[in-house]
């Protein structure tokens, strides 16, 4: 505990929402519940040489943009939902803190600072989580089951009866999907439901370590028609996701400023957020400015959720992408649509700047890698560009990130060794409440 007298002076939020302040020593203390602006005292649960991790004890000045929470899960306490992180701090609050940390990355981590500052693209607060991945217990100490997110640094699952992220007639499941589990014979070793909800789908995907009796899959059939829901079984990996049951809508998405409609398996990477998704897939390819006579490389493609609107005014794009699977899903998709566009799959992680040659020239690029960044395919480009080679490289590349970090280090080596502009930086507030920052960067060759 630091000393009853010491009062520190919250300064800033780190990435993981804790409130960030000095102690007389000049300690770093992380401080979870904490807010910029406030004057608080702290329990200290872990020292280290340069910084402690604390809890809020006491609070003699409130921020004046703390809030009360919505959601009667949330909290420090134990027990509390670990889902959201934030929902103590004024949402508009929230997308200023994370702009600043997109700055403060792009600064400290690769020395760059984006010439204009993008409008931050945002969506509802609440019930926009269209995609969760629940865990499942059955507790036989409390005889009863927990459907939830896990608590708060804990690996137990969270008592909770309602989500304010989720969508409300999600959150109202989560009770009758306890009840569901209870009554059925493989409570036990039915680990995990995955929601992914579609336009017209809501799809639950049942992770089961064993094979599911009749009586299982037919409880599944029944809660299945109540309440409005395709049941997925998943028997090992992603790619042994099954429909249980035949019939109704497909599982898909719509981007209907260009006229695309996007089917997907529900273990299918797709964007958490579908409302924000819609605004960051229009302000991409705006922010690309592509022509009709431009060639243009999707890196990262996925299902196509860019490559197929960039098809539709491109005169070539080719979709690149890690996984086989879902290169034939984008082709599919393509297909679908009536849209010609080229997909090839490739271990994106380990690029070459031999390979990057072989993909020939384009005008623009597009790239939306996972955490992990896009380094290689930075590290080519830059290798390229001062190695003199016969190369052009893209005029405008407009990168989409879920880690500041890492879009950071590949903006360092873009800008600093490759010799392009960070001409515009903004974020992307695709999870509300949580720490989570998806941003998007503009860069120009100079």
Aim: glycine share 6%; charged share 20%; net charge neutral.
């Amino acid at each position: 505990m630091t000393a009853a007298d010491e009062w520190l002076e919250v300064e800033s939020l780190d990435l993981e929402a804790q409130g960030v302040a000095h102690n007389a020593e000049g300690k770093v203390v992380f401080i979870e519940g904490a807010l910029p602006s406030e004057r608080v005292q702290v329990q200290v649960h872990r020292r280290k040489n340069n910084w402690e991790q604390a809890s809020l004890a006491a609070t003699a000045r409130e921020s004046s943009q703390r809030v009360r929470p919505v959601c009667p899960h949330f909290g420090l306490h134990a027990g509390a939902c670990g889902g959201c992180k934030m929902q103590h701090l004024h949402p508009a609050a929230q997308v200023a803190v994370k702009q600043r940390t997109l700055e403060d990355s792009l600064w400290h981590l690769g020395k760059v600072k984006a010439e204009r500052i993008l409008r931050p693209i945002e969506g509802p607060a609440w019930g926009y989580r269209c995609r969760a991945r629940l865990s499942v217990r059955h507790v036989m100490k409390k005889g009863a089951v927990l459907v939830g997110f896990h608590e708060r640094k804990s690996r137990y699952i969270a008592d909770m009866q309602s989500c304010a992220v989720l969508p409300p007639r999600v959150s109202a499941m989560l009770m009758p999907l306890r009840e569901l589990v209870m009554s059925m014979q493989a409570r036990d070793t039915l680990p995990q439901i995955e929601l992914a909800m579609g336009d017209e789908v809501v799809a639950l995907v049942l992770r089961h370590l064993e094979p599911l009796s009749a009586e299982d899959q037919q409880r599944l059939r029944d809660f299945g028609r109540a309440h409005g829901v395709q049941w997925w079984l998943q028997a090992k990996g992603p790619d042994s996701v099954q429909r249980l049951g035949e019939g109704g809508a497909e599982l898909a998405y719509a981007l209907p400023e260009f006229a695309v409609t996007m089917p997907f398996k529900p273990t299918d990477f797709t964007q958490v957020n579908p409302h924000v998704n819609r605004v960051l897939v229009q302000r991409a390819v705006g922010l690309l400015d592509v022509q009709s006579d431009e060639r243009v490389i999707d890196w990262f493609c996925g299902l196509g959720n860019f490559t197929l609107p960039l098809a539709t005014r491109a005169r070539e794009v080719l979709g690149i992408e890690g996984s086989d699977t879902l290169v034939q899903r984008a082709r599919d998709n393509a297909k679908r649509n009536g849209i010609a566009a080229d997909f090839a799959a490739r271990n994106l992680f380990e690029l070459t700047s031999e390979a990057l040659m072989a993909d020939g020239a384009a005008q623009k690029w597009l790239i939306d890698p996972p955490r992990e960044g896009a380094f290689a395919l930075a590290k080519a480009t830059a290798d390229l560009v001062q190695s003199g080679a016969v190369w052009t490289p893209p005029s405008r590349i407009v990168y989409v990130s879920c880690n500041p970090a890492t879009l950071a280090r590949d903006a360092g080596l873009l800008v600093h060794q490759a010799g392009y502009r960070c001409t515009a930086a903004g974020i992307v507030n695709m999870f509300p409440h949580t720490a989570h920052v998806e941003s998007m960067a503009v860069f120009e060759r100079t």
